[in-house]
């Protein structure tokens, strides 16, 4: 997920070439593969379910990078927010089936930090 994220956060050329393409294509098997691990290896459908809604949603930002539309469940906050809060929810349920303390405590950034596209937007200013 890290490398998709990376990948698309990089990009600033319209349109993305093929070569760009397929190395977002590349890191969505990766981390395909590295979901199906987690599947084999984690007792917990919890983590399990988080780590499939990951992986969906960075396939959401790979989707959007190709010029499709968006997927009903992607509409309100966008992939990178989508992603960003499926992989929060990953992290807790990872930390709670290992036993950490306060499994839910995982910081979550503000969303203009997240969306490369909130960043740009101007901000009201406080009355």
Do not use: C, F
């Amino acid at each position: 997920m890290a490398r998709i994220r990376a990948l698309v956060g990089e990009l600033s050329a319209k349109p993305v070439s093929s070569e760009q393409m397929q190395l977002l294509r590349e890191a969505h098997r990766e981390a395909r593969v590295h979901y199906e691990r987690l599947r084999l290896i984690s007792a917990s459908q919890g983590v399990q379910k988080a780590g499939r809604y990951a992986v969906r949603y960075a396939y959401g930002l790979i989707r959007q990078v190709d010029g499709k539309s968006l997927r009903d469940d992607e509409k309100e906050r966008g992939p990178w927010i989508a992603l960003h809060d499926a992989l929060i929810s990953l992290y807790a349920e990872v930390r709670r089936e290992t036993g950490v303390p306060q499994p839910d405590n995982v910081y979550r950034e503000p969303d203009e930090w997240i969306d490369p596209e909130l960043a740009r937007r101007p901000t009201a200013s406080p009355s």
